[in-house]
């Protein structure tokens, strides 16, 4: 059974980028038919989709965070990693990365890491 | 990119079976023709429940179902028990040619 293993700092400082990276267990980031999806999820708040990267090194953000993200893929160590830039308080949240169904017809994340809890704060 | 409608709250007694409805537009629910919804319990990572509007993974409880008409989905949940008390997220896709995820801003079901 896959399992995914978020690893990265809790605590960011204003302006500076947010890290984190999602390392996949029991099974193969190569895969053909997932994709590999971030999200994040503030206090108290709804989920929120920050983007996917496929197998390939291609990706899709979210409109609103586009300029800001950058999503990669390492599949020498099956991971793949967020890169937040410029972060503000407004940044702070819960991230979750996820194992997204290639083939479904809504979004049909199956497996999900841990959560990571990120602060930006000085 | 709108997020989906949900009711902020839903209550019910153990036994007794509630739904969750989730209203779109005809750009994203309409227009694709399949939802998922995602149940989180307080402090851990949302559980994928139904996808593909009335599919369960495995290991999800035949209790679940899910159903759509036009623009707006539903969760249904029967024999309702007190581990069903968690906030339920409904997902699309945001329109027809994208594959961007957007979200409803959830729905709280407490257990009587």
């Known amino acids: 059974q896959v399992q995914l293993q978020q690893s990265g700092p809790g605590l960011v400082k204003p302006s500076q980028t947010l890290s984190l990276t999602c390392t996949v267990s029991?099974?193969?980031?190569?895969?053909?038919?997932?994709?590999w999806s971030w999200f994040r999820q503030p206090a108290g708040k709804g989920l929120e989709w920050i983007g996917r990267?496929?197998?390939?090194?291609?990706?899709s953000y979210n409109p609103s965070l586009k300029s800001r993200v950058a999503i990669s893929i390492d599949t020498s160590k099956n991971q793949f990693s967020l890169k937040l830039s410029s972060v503000t308080a407004a940044d702070t949240a819960v991230y979750y990365c996820?194992?997204?169904?290639?083939?479904?017809?809504?979004?049909?994340?199956?497996?999900w890491g841990q959560g990571t809890l990120v602060t930006v704060s000085s | 990119q709108s997020a989906l409608t949900q009711p902020a709250a839903v209550s019910g007694s153990p036994g007794q079976s509630i739904t969750i409805s989730c209203t779109g537009t005809?750009?994203?629910?309409?227009?694709?023709?399949?939802v998922s919804w995602y149940q989180q319990h307080p402090g851990t990572a949302p559980k994928l429940v139904i996808f593909?509007?009335?599919n369960r993974p495995s290991g999800v409880s035949n209790r679940f179902s899910g159903s759509k008409s036009g623009n707006t989905a539903s969760l249904t949940i029967s024999g309702l028990l007190a581990e069903d008390e968690a906030e339920y997220f409904c997902?699309?896709?945001?329109?027809?040619?994208?594959?961007?995820?957007?979200f409803g801003g959830g729905t709280k079901l407490t257990v009587l």
């Open positions: 996820a194992r997204e169904a290639a083939v479904a017809g809504a979004p049909t994340e199956d497996s």
């Open positions: 029991g099974g193969s980031i190569t895969s053909s038919t997932y994709f």
């Open positions: 990267v496929f197998r390939s090194g291609d990706t």
């Open positions: 005809s750009s994203d629910v309409d227009a694709h023709k399949y």
């Open positions: 593909d509007v009335n």
């Open positions: 997902s699309s896709y945001a329109n027809s040619t994208s594959l961007d995820v957007i």
